[in-house]
């Protein structure tokens, strides 16, 4: 699936200059298309939801530091391979796949680490005045997965896409009645679909801290 920046930024919790920024830098490059139009992959939502984490508790050049050390360690991998934590008090550790302990990668770089907690950026975590929603499940009856529709946010147990029925109900079609159009979209469903264009149109309009 090919994310346009709009869906991006809501499911990943950047802002959209925040992901030009990012892009223009280097920092984290669309896999599937750089240029106009630019497109996202869903490993690059994985790897740019670990940036907002990240960018919550630590500076951009501090990431910057970790993302150099990363590939001087011959860490080649697409980011979203990786789980990235806050350690100590200025430092970025890149946790081993065994999830036994991880590699410091910004105050002593290589330096060997044994316990490690690390918050599942898949999950749904508050940034600013948003909550960046569950990347699975943005909403209840709202799902994200890769073998249905390449990713494309759809309701639950169907291949219908979110925005074809908040489209709807915003033209004034009751909840109740979407199943007329789209047989396995409960009322509820609707109303999750209406809950989650809206989101998408907040996070379209936040800008960076």
Request: glycine share 8%; proline share 6%.
């Amino acid at each position: 699936m090919a994310y346009e920046p709009r869906i991006a930024t809501a499911l990943s919790g950047a802002t959209r200059s925040q992901l030009d920024y990012w892009r223009r830098e280097g920092l984290l490059v669309p896999e599937v298309s750089a240029t106009r139009p630019v497109l996202y992959s869903f490993r690059d939502l994985i790897a740019l939801r670990s940036f907002v984490f990240l960018r919550e508790k630590r500076p951009l050049q501090t990431i910057r530091k970790a993302l150099n050390s990363l590939r001087d360690i011959g860490e080649t991998e697409h980011l979203s391979q990786y789980r990235f934590v806050a350690q100590g008090r200025r430092g970025i550790a890149l946790v081993q796949a065994s999830g036994e302990g991880a590699i410091e990668l910004v105050e002593e770089p290589g330096h060997q680490l044994t316990v490690l907690a690390l918050g599942d950026v898949l999950r749904s975590f508050p940034l600013d005045n948003i909550e960046v929603p569950n990347l699975a499940h943005p909403r209840r009856r709202i799902s994200v997965n890769p073998g249905v529709r390449r990713g494309y946010p759809v309701v639950s147990g169907t291949r219908v896409g979110y925005d074809l029925v908040a489209g709807l109900v915003r033209d004034g079609v009751p909840p109740e009645e979407i199943k007329d159009y789209y047989p396995g979209v409960t009322a509820a469903a609707a109303r999750d679909a209406v809950s989650f264009a809206d989101y998408v149109d907040r996070a379209a309009e936040r800008t960076a801290a």
